[in-house]
């Protein structure tokens, strides 16, 4: 049976927010063929037992594990891999994505102006963290923006749509899930961006300080200029 959407989650320690993101997906996306990929990354709580309870219910879901904890780009990469449609959504596993905004970024693929684009990212308009959180992630995406001009506000955002055949194209690498705009424009593809919602977070604890958004991300940004660099200046191709 082929599939409309494969949607990956990744999860490390999120046992009381699983079954309830599980159903929120279901519903939401109720009307399409689909399936879920929860790919627990080394989690030392009761999240795996968590989505094989929630599976018991919902048959769409399939559980990847990480032997150990690898980092989320690693559980993005893991499930798009094993993933069984043409195109990808991602959510964060916190619960602070909506599961319906996927609809939005579905409904924004079918617009006749954007056959073309292969990477469908989300912007939180309006932020529901702590005025501390805020502030971490407006420095992080304005040095990203800064820095890589790819003129993507909300390089963050968990909830995204991309080409499945896309993102396999794109090099991989620790903490490249935020950077996946302008990995997708390096490869020649278009995109755009989606306002989306954005919930405050109720169960676990985020796994993210102004260290791993920004300062540690310092050092993937001159990667990624490096790639963009090396890109643009690689062999000429001509025809004959």
């Not at 030392?44 to 989320?72: N, P, W």
């Not at 469908?120 to 001009?149: E, P, W």
């Amino acid at each position: 049976m082929s599939l409309d959407l494969s949607v990956v989650i990744p999860v490390c320690n999120e046992a009381d927010n699983v079954g309830p993101l599980a159903r929120e997906v279901a519903v939401a996306l109720g009307g399409i063929k689909f399936e879920i990929l929860f790919v627990d990354d080394g989690s030392t709580d009761g999240t795996a037992h968590a989505v094989r309870v929630a599976r018991k219910s919902i048959s769409h879901i399939r559980l990847l594990r990480h032997s150990f904890r690898s980092g989320q780009s690693a559980a993005v990469d893991s499930g798009v891999r094993h993933a069984r449609a043409e195109w990808i959504g991602t959510l964060d596993g916190d619960g602070q994505n909506d599961p319906a905004d996927l609809l939005r970024l579905l409904a924004a693929r079918l617009k006749a102006q954007n056959p073309a684009i292969a990477l469908f990212q989300g912007h939180r308009t309006t932020r529901k963290d702590n005025g501390f959180r805020k502030l971490q992630s407006r420095i992080a995406n304005a040095v990203r923006s800064t820095m890589l001009g790819d003129g993507t506000p909300d390089t963050g955002c968990g909830i995204k749509l991309m080409n499945r055949a896309a993102y396999l194209e794109l090099p991989r690498f620790d903490h490249m899930h935020r950077f996946l705009p302008a990995l997708f424009l390096r490869s020649g593809h278009r995109v755009t961006s989606v306002a989306v919602s954005h919930r405050p977070r109720t169960h676990g604890a985020s796994k993210y300080g102004m260290l791993n958004r920004l300062w540690v991300g310092i050092v993937d940004i001159f990667g990624v200029m490096w790639l963009r660099a090396r890109c643009q200046a690689g062999l000429e191709v001509t025809e004959e």
